[in-house]
């Protein structure tokens, strides 16, 4: 079942955190609805500017009502991931998301604050809620790269202005977490106090953290033993996921560690079998690993088992 990301955040407030997952093909939307419902966990269903590209956004958005058939159990929220104003309008019309993410992060403030005001407007106006991005994580996301020394943390009277003046239903704060593999070169430096102080100044608002992936160090050495090169690998302690989520964060975005599951899988695969050229016998070893992982995952954010707990609420 559909729902939206405002409903599903109201039942997780400071309580869990939904996981939101990235799908790009229908081998990952099958393992992610398996895993959502093997665990008993609502959850957030991420489209990114690629993966609408990847092969095609409607290709997606079938797959997604396909799944919802095939699983007719899950409750889940569709939402644009790090979306720029073109492709949130896009996805707003589509009448299809629950929610959009505009990204003007990289922007000016007075810029993000003014970019995001004309999303939030068109987005309210067809009952989608809006995520919003203030601080700069590390990393590359979509044809954004900051580096280390560009990196900025959110400022908590800047994130408290910024809500009140955009009307934006989420917040994706920078608190030292970037996306992709290589999050830390030292030890984790994560500083949840900028989360704090954000809900000092604004109770109850849903904060959401981007390049959250742990980069599970067990994955890394078997995608290295099977002729990876993934030296340096690191991610986030994901027993800091429910700290988080006790604090307000209700969305933790998870797409890394998806793409390593997949990566050990295939690597160990053909090595392990170099006759075989079928890709069905591994497209379903594939499945069923991405499966554990999401469930996995969402026992960490405590997402899991609350199926039946968001289900009596919703029908209310
Ligand atoms: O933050 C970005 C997500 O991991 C999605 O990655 O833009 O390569 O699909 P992508
Ligand atoms: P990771 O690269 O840590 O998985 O982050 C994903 C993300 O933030 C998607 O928006
Ligand atoms: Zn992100």
């Not at 599903?8 to 997952?21: I, R, S």
């Not at 000016?108 to 068109?122: G, Y």
């Not at 830390?184 to 430096?189: E, L, N």
Request: glycine share 8%; charged share 25%.
């Amino acid at each position: 079942m559909i729902v939206t990301t405002k409903q599903l955040f109201e039942q997780a407030y400071g309580k869990y955190a939904l996981g939101a997952y990235n799908i790009n093909n229908a081998e990952q939307t099958m393992g992610l609805f398996r895993g959502n419902v093997q665990s008993q966990a609502p959850f957030i269903i991420q489209i990114s500017k690629g993966a609408r590209s990847y092969t095609n956004k409607l290709m997606l958005e079938a797959m997604i009502r396909t799944a919802d058939e095939i699983f007719p159990e899950s409750v889940f929220a569709v939402h644009l991931d790090h979306g720029d104003e073109e492709t949130c309008y896009d996805c707003i019309e589509s009448g299809f998301y629950s929610s959009v993410m505009i990204d003007a992060s990289s922007l000016p403030f007075e810029e993000n604050v003014a970019t995001t005001k004309r999303v939030v407007e068109r987005a309210h106006a067809k009952g989608v809620s809006v995520e919003a991005e203030l601080g700069q994580l590390g990393g590359v996301e979509e044809d954004i790269s900051v580096r280390e020394d560009q990196v900025h943390l959110t400022d908590p009277e800047q994130a408290a202005e910024f809500i009140r003046r955009t009307g934006c239903d989420s917040l994706a704060c920078a608190i030292g977490t970037s996306h992709g593999a290589f999050k830390f070169s030292g030890s984790q430096s994560l500083h949840f106090e900028v989360v704090e102080a954000i809900q000092k100044l604004v109770p109850g608002f849903p904060l959401v953290l981007h390049g959250s992936s742990s980069v599970p160090q067990d994955e890394v050495e078997r995608i290295n033993a099977a002729g990876g090169a993934l030296k340096g690998a690191k991610g986030v302690d994901a027993t800091q996921y429910l700290p988080a989520a006790k604090l307000g964060v209700c969305k933790i975005n998870i797409d890394t560690d998806g793409r390593l599951v997949w990566t050990r899988v295939h690597r160990e695969y053909f090595r392990d079998h170099p006759e075989v050229f079928d890709f069905r016998p591994i497209g379903k070893v594939f499945m069923e690993e991405y499966a554990r992982f999401i469930a996995s995952r969402n026992e960490l954010l405590s997402s899991a088992g609350r199926l039946a707990e968001v289900r009596a609420a919703l029908s209310k």
